[in-house]
């Protein structure tokens, strides 16, 4: 069974920083890329960044020079490096593992970020 599961989301004030981690189980964590994406209130859901297999990232523009994406192989987890964040990053955060092949996409259940002084 896949499973991805998201932990270190929390209220923040604005400036201030938070990790989001996702463990992920059930697949060979190694050989994929990994997303995350976010859910403002109100809003369609939007990719944030992305990490391949081999460690090349990319991200939206809203996120540039704040986030980072990493990934630990050996603990199957990847983690979301948020800095300097504002209140228009408010959201629900979303580990993703695109589909691959014939091998479906899966998702996680979410963790809630709120910024807010």
């Known amino acids: 069974q896949v499973q991805l599961v998201e932990s270190g989301g929390g209220l923040v004030q604005p400036g201030g920083s938070l990790r989001l981690s996702c463990k992920v189980s059930?697949?060979?964590?190694?050989?994929?890329?990994m997303g995350w994406y976010r859910q403002g209130p109100g809003k369609q859901r939007e990719l944030v960044a992305i990490?391949?297999?081999?460690?090349?990232?990319n991200y939206a523009d809203s996120v540039k020079d704040r986030f980072t994406i990493s990934r630990d192989n050996a603990k199957k987890t990847v983690y979301l490096q948020m800095n300097s964040l504002k209140p228009e990053d408010t959201a629900v955060y979303y580990c993703?593992?695109?589909?691959?092949?014939?091998?479906?996409?899966?998702w996680g259940q979410g963790t809630q970020v709120t910024v807010s002084s």
């Open positions: 059930g697949i060979i964590f190694s050989i994929y890329s």
């Open positions: 993703h593992r695109p589909s691959s092949g014939k091998s479906p996409a899966y």
């Open positions: 990490i391949t297999s081999g460690g090349s990232t």
